[in-house]
């Protein structure tokens, strides 16, 4: 079987989704092809899989080759992930030479709606775990198969998408089959105080950041009792201006006030590593944000949860929203330090019995590595 693994993106955010399977397909004795679209996502792939891993696979760079590709990641780059789109018209030579395509999102389905590659197996290992009712979109069914991390996963896509059952299997959360490392320990924690991480979405219509982040980072600049990390999503910050599809919004997110950056108690990220490979979701002891799918990494260890409702939503019995369950939920910032005490005392008995129940339904785990569970079936599948 020759499969290829395809990151296509901007930023390196979803590699660690599917790349064990990759790894492990290959330790296997599989063709696997790593397809990288930038340098970044290259050097990436190549870190994580570390020298002797690496051997095993080929990085294959797929990139942006006629004229009016390269004319439209110019003109469009900016606002929209032109790349992206144009990526798939011209690599078609090499996914037409594939048997099986792994990918972590949805775009990639124009290789066969758009591009006639309907004898291509397509199998989605979807980026993250959240309740957004974008992951259960009703395009979600033109997969071949989907890897499913947990229960709840399975269930709605076959509820809101329509996926046939016989085309999904719960395999876990590959993205945490690369993190074993002791919690990390930022050295402004070295005061003491607890740490709250401070998690906003990118998109217009569901994010805190864009109403009531900037009086987040103030609220932390002027306090003397916690910490702050702000690792928003890493493509917040990305372009000037964040354009949403799914609902059709476009707004800027702005820049960062040097008195926040300057602040001895606020760590301040929005383009490294670190905000993608679970630095933060381990490090602190407060989480705070609105939709984004993080939260359920930072459950991986119960610790108390708050969500900012900026958008004024009606959350109660909504699918969408099931994470805010696992914490208090704030219409205002007012008295946030008395919010954050309470939080950090109610925890055991408000929240650790949900939190239980949301993390055992969002992922499924075991003892075996989910990588090499997703590449079983995969080969089972396909063979």
């Known amino acids: 079987m020759r499969i290829g693994f395809l990151f296509n993106h901007d930023q390196i955010h979803q590699i660690a989704h599917s790349l064990p399977i990759a790894l492990a397909m290959a330790q296997s004795g599989h063709e696997v092809l790593v397809a990288a679209s930038n340098d970044a996502i290259a050097a990436e792939i190549m870190r994580m899989a570390g020298p002797e891993r690496l051997a095993t696979i080929r990085i294959v760079r797929l990139d942006v080759r006629s004229v009016g590709s390269r004319l439209a990641e110019r003109v469009l780059g900016g606002l929209v992930p032109a790349r992206k ?6 690599n078609l030579d090499f996914f037409r030479s594939l048997d099986v395509l792994v990918v972590t999102e949805r775009t990639s389905l124009l290789l066969k709606h758009r591009y006639g590659l309907r004898n291509l197996k397509m199998v989605l290992a979807d980026h993250g775990a959240g309740d957004r009712a974008i992951g259960f979109g009703a395009s979600a069914a033109a997969f071949d198969h989907i890897l499913a991390s ?42 003491g105080r607890p740490t709250v991480l401070y998690n906003p979405h990118l998109s217009p219509h569901l994010s805190s950041w864009y109403t009531m982040g900037r009086a987040v980072l103030d609220h932390f600049a002027a306090s003397a009792r916690y910490n702050l990390i ?34 001895p108690n606020i760590h301040i990220d ?42 004024g939503i009606d959350y109660t019995d909504d699918p969408n929203y099931a994470h805010w369950q696992a914490g208090r939920v704030l219409d205002t910032l007012n008295d946030l330090d008395t919010q954050i005490d309470h939080a950090l005392k109610s925890h055991q008995t408000d929240y650790l019995a949900m939190q239980d129940r949301l993390f055992e339904s969002t992922f499924d785990l075991t003892q075996e590595p989910s990588g090499v569970r997703a590449a079983r079936v995969i080969t089972a599948l396909y063979g």
């Open 85 to 90: 789109l144009v990526i798939y018209r011209d």
């Open 150 to 191: 947990g229960p709840k996963i399975r269930d709605r896509l076959i509820s809101d998408a329509g996926v046939d059952p016989a085309r999904i299997s719960i395999t876990g959360y590959a993205k945490f089959d690369t993190s074993g490392e002791p919690r990390p320990h930022l050295p402004m924690q070295a005061n």
């Open 230 to 263: 702000f690792a928003p999503h890493i493509m917040l910050f990305h372009r000037r201006f964040v354009v949403t599809i799914d609902r059709l919004r476009i707004d800027r997110p702005g820049t960062l006030d040097p008195r926040w950056v300057a602040a």
């Open 270 to 311: 929005t383009d490294s590593r670190a905000l993608i490979d679970m630095t933060y979701t381990s490090a602190a002891d407060v989480y705070l944000g609105d939709v984004s799918s993080q939260v359920y990494e930072f459950l991986r260890e119960r610790r108390p949860c708050m969500f900012l409702n900026a958008h």
